[in-house]
């Protein structure tokens, strides 16, 4: 014989349906940001594997102008909102046969701030997800809380010890345990997913940042040989 969720509702208590309520309201939420997290780093992901080749074919001729209209085009990948930044410092130069030392140095601290911005804005919403997946158990363990003792007020109203005393006060506490459960161990799982993709996309942009001034200081060196 199946659940009944519409008659297990109705035999629960006005805390256990306000937990249940959250929880609900939580697992919502949690979906919500899985979803959008999941289309922003996929899209970030293809147009930086477009962006990647397409502006390295820039640089070799020295096209900065036209690198930075790809990193406009493809604005949101995390490395061309990157690069990007680092290109508009050096952009009165791109037709110079001599970069000076101090725009170098000034598109290094440009990079460093773009990708500290950039994480930030990958991380977005995760901290709601690490919240839900520490807290939503213990919200269920709130509720399940209440229906012991409702249980236990069962036991006493009826002054019986039978199953029937105490089997509203259990239903409770086991379904909002489980609901609990159900919330926080897919938004723990997405949180370490999303978290290790954003490490991934860190070491990206370092790597990018850091071939862009060898870039620069090639072109230097070679304008000054």
């Not at 899209?43 to 900065?64: H, M, N, W, Y």
Request: glycine share 8%; charged share 20%; proline share 2%.
């Amino acid at each position: 014989m199946g659940i009944n969720p519409i008659e297990l509702w109705s035999q629960m208590g006005v805390v256990a349906k306000g937990v249940v309520i959250i929880l609900l309201l939580l697992s919502a939420y949690s979906i919500s940001v899985m979803i959008e997290r999941w289309l922003t780093y996929r899209q970030a992901r293809k147009q930086s594997r477009l962006f990647t080749p397409a502006v390295a074919e820039c640089l070799k001729d020295g096209k900065i102008d036209e690198a930075i209209a790809l990193g406009e085009q493809y604005n949101k990948s995390h490395l061309a909102k990157v690069l990007v930044s680092g290109l508009h410092e050096l952009q009165a130069h791109s037709k110079s046969k001599d970069i000076p030392g101090e725009s170098i140095e000034s598109s290094r601290r440009s990079l460093e701030r773009a990708t500290a911005i950039a994480i930030e804005d990958l991380k977005r919403y995760l901290g709601g997800l690490a919240t839900i997946g520490a807290t939503a158990p213990f919200v269920g363990l709130f509720g399940t809380t209440i229906g012991i003792i409702n249980a236990f007020q069962g036991m006493k109203t009826e002054e019986t010890a039978g199953i029937a005393a105490v089997a509203g006060g259990i239903a409770e506490a086991l379904v909002t345990t489980a609901l609990g459960l159900f919330v926080a161990v897919p938004a723990v799982w997405a949180f370490n997913y999303f978290t290790n993709k954003i490490e991934t996309f860190t070491v990206e942009m370092d790597n990018s940042s850091s071939e862009l001034i060898d870039y620069f200081l090639k072109r230097r060196s070679e304008n000054r040989g």
